[in-house]
């Protein structure tokens, strides 16, 4: 385990960032198979930055074939401590705009072709995802937006598809009568991993467009959309610049609930707990599994 640092995850766009200091990719491994991609180790003003392409470089990856555990397991292996998850997602409300972020407080799991826990037979384990982000996080976020200059709501819910296929309309209807904001591909079971890797993390989620419920979604071209890509890949780097610092500066970070959130959650007695299993999750859970 290496120093803290700072998680990134998202797209290649987000790691372009003006003064980020020795730059190095490196490839991990990880008990759960590959990564999305190689590392991209850094400092931004002294503080510790890992950057990781959810899709791998070039958007290689659907959602539904990312390997959501390789990719949180290699960041808490490194030293990661917090993750910013920056995802595209589309707005399911008028005020929601493109180019709007949000960050995001609540999720609906919709998915159904991914692996969701490390843990599994032979160790057990049960967290709490009342709240799956990290209300810490999020407030360095929101100052941050404010600071920049960004058009940012705190508070939604990020609805969680399969994908790859987009909404029909009846899905979309749904969804908005469920009381969800956006609706993207990605960050699920990211953020339940994230959990169980007793990890801080927030979900910035950056407006591409409105869902197929809105009677003009119909007239948005690509070039619109890739317009509004290229702005909010812009507006995020802007967004990390502005939020490293002040996460980096946290004197309450060590005392935050996520960096607890396995202390009752496991299950499986220490005597019938699984030798392999044990060996596996080291990198995430190693602080329960010690004697």
Not at 128 to 150: F, N, Q, T, Y
Not at 170 to 189: F, H, K, Q
């Amino acid at each position: 385990m290496r120093q803290a640092s700072i998680g990134i995850i998202g797209g290649s766009g987000v790691y372009d960032i003006a003064g980020l200091e020795n730059k190095h990719w490196e490839k991990v491994e990880s008990s759960f198979g590959e990564p999305s991609d190689e590392l991209l180790f850094g400092e931004l003003n002294g503080v510790k930055l890992v950057f990781l392409p959810r899709h791998g470089r070039g958007h290689k990856i659907p959602p539904s074939e990312i390997n959501f555990r390789a990719n949180i397991d290699a960041l808490k292996r490194v030293g990661v401590s917090d993750v910013i998850s920056v995802s595209a997602v589309g707005s399911l409300r008028e005020h929601l705009t493109p180019g709007t972020f949000v960050i995001v407080d609540q999720f609906i799991d919709r998915t159904f072709a991914r692996n969701k826990s490390f843990f599994g037979s032979g160790l057990v384990a049960h967290v709490s995802m009342a709240h799956p982000v990290c209300k810490r996080l999020g407030d360095h976020i929101e100052a941050a937006a404010w600071e920049a200059g960004i058009a940012a709501m705190r508070g939604g819910t990020y609805l969680v598809m399969e994908g790859p296929q987009f909404s029909s309309l009846a899905e979309s209807e749904l969804y908005r009568s469920w009381g969800c904001d956006v609706i993207g591909m990605t960050n699920m079971p990211e953020a339940k991993l994230a959990r169980e890797a007793e990890l801080c993390y927030a979900t910035v989620a950056m407006v591409t467009d409105y869902d197929c419920w809105h009677p003009n979604h119909d007239d948005v071209t690509v070039d619109q959309i890739i317009k509004v890509l290229l702005a909010n890949a812009d507006k995020a780097k802007t967004l990390v610049k502005h939020a490293v610092p002040r996460i980096g500066a946290d004197a309450q970070a060590c005392a935050c609930g996520c960096r607890s959130a396995l202390q009752f959650a496991l299950i499986t007695a220490p005597e019938a707990r699984d030798e392999e299993m044990k060996k596996k999750l080291q990198a995430i859970a190693g602080r329960m599994l010690k004697g």
